[in-house]
């Protein structure tokens, strides 16, 4: 909602937050109870949330990525990065969308340890996108 009805408490403020600013927290809750879990093995771990992968043009349009994740070159940490707008559009409810953003984050983990995703959270559970 817009207009006066909705009056921030605090000037220049939005009091709803945005679509993006839940995700966020959702990204954050999920990575940090996983993270926290896992931190000792994992070791140094970036987490990102961006809005779109940025894909060439000759991509195949069936398949757009729901995060990337780059493994530790050099100096540079690994770095796993959720694609806010493709993870969205497949959820159709809030639930549906914390089971995705769960089994995305804990797949990726899956593959960095080396490791059974049911072994890194024992939510986990490929989610029903029908």
Request: proline share 9%; charged share 35%.
């Amino acid at each position: 909602m817009r207009g006066p009805a909705v009056l921030p408490r605090r000037p220049g403020t939005p009091e709803l937050r945005t679509d993006r600013e839940r995700f966020d927290d959702l990204v954050l809750q999920v990575v940090t109870e996983i993270d926290d879990r896992w931190q000792e093995r994992l070791g140094l771990v970036e987490y990102a949330v961006e809005d779109a992968p940025q894909v060439p043009d000759d991509w195949d349009d069936s398949h757009v990525p729901l995060s990337s994740l780059v493994r530790r070159t050099g100096g540079q940490p690994t770095r796993l990065v959720l694609f806010r707008r493709p993870i969205e559009h497949r959820a159709e409810s809030r639930s549906s969308l914390e089971a995705l953003v769960l089994t995305v984050v804990v797949e990726q983990v899956a593959e960095l340890l080396g490791i059974e995703a049911e072994e890194v959270d024992p939510r986990y559970g490929p989610p029903d996108l029908d």
